[in-house]
């Protein structure tokens, strides 16, 4: 079965601060993927990597950036945290090319709450 | 621009009483529609995927369905242990490689 582990289900921080989100899948997958999930609003992408040292803008990429320095593990940072990124964050990886069309596995999500 | 709409936004059955949750897409050709479950406070689970129209795929008391504007979830008899969230996203053909979700289905099945 595909594992994908999110490092803290629940995270409390303050304004300002840098906080690190880490993610990490043992299915030998290329791409990672971080979204949000808020209420109203559904899942939205921030980032994603196809490779590692490779990252693409999502949806929603301000504020936020990405680290990938192994194939199995990406990083959402959060440079400067603000009140409007309390949220659900969630992890999910997948295969590319001729099986990108395979579905793309989910963490169980960090809730964060920036205070 | 690829669009998912979901509807109902919540469903509330009896245990027993079967129903279908829609799932309408537009999207610059499709290369695969996923159903994923989201329990409260994790991840959401794959279900299903479907690639092409007219395409059926069963697991349990669950089928999924695909015509070339929509998808429907049907729920046969299901047990209070179905409520969750019920999410479908559509990926298109490359190079756009992301999904794009819907806003899901809030299913209560009530005992």
């Known amino acids: 079965d595909v594992k994908v582990t999110q490092s803290s289900r629940y995270l409390v921080k303050r304004t300002g601060e840098k906080v690190f989100l880490e993610c990490v899948q043992d299915?030998?997958?290329?791409?990672m993927f971080w979204y949000r999930q808020d209420p109203g609003l559904g899942l939205r992408l921030i980032y994603f990597?196809?490779?590692?040292?490779?990252?693409e803008k999502g949806d929603i990429p301000e504020g936020y950036s990405v680290s990938r320095e192994k194939k199995e593990r990406f990083s959402l940072i959060l440079e400067s945290a603000s009140t409007n990124q309390t949220s659900m964050y969630l992890c999910?990886?997948?295969?590319?090319?001729?099986?990108?069309?395979?579905?793309?596995?989910f963490g169980d999500g960090t809730r964060l709450s920036i205070l | 621009e690829d669009q998912v709409t979901q509807s109902p936004e919540a469903l509330r059955l009896q245990e027993g009483e079967s129903s279908s949750l829609n799932c309408s897409y537009t999207?610059?050709?499709?290369?695969?529609l996923f159903w994923y479950r989201q329990d409260p406070g994790k991840g959401p689970e794959f279900l299903f995927t479907?690639?092409?129209a007219g395409e059926e795929k069963e697991k349990e008391r669950l089928k999924a369905t695909l015509t070339k504007k929509e998808s429907f979830l049907h729920i046969t008899a299901p047990k209070p242990e179905d409520s969750a969230t019920y999410l479908c996203?559509?990926?298109?053909?490359?190079?756009?490689?992301?999904?794009?979700f819907g806003g899901g289905t809030r299913l209560m099945v009530k005992p």
């Open positions: 479907l690639y092409s």
């Open positions: 999910a990886s997948s295969f590319s090319g001729t099986y990108s069309n395979q579905p793309q596995h």
């Open positions: 999207v610059s050709g499709l290369r695969g």
């Open positions: 996203a559509v990926q298109a053909n490359p190079p756009r490689n992301m999904l794009t």
């Open positions: 299915m030998d997958h290329e791409n």
């Open positions: 990597s196809y490779d590692v040292k490779m990252k």
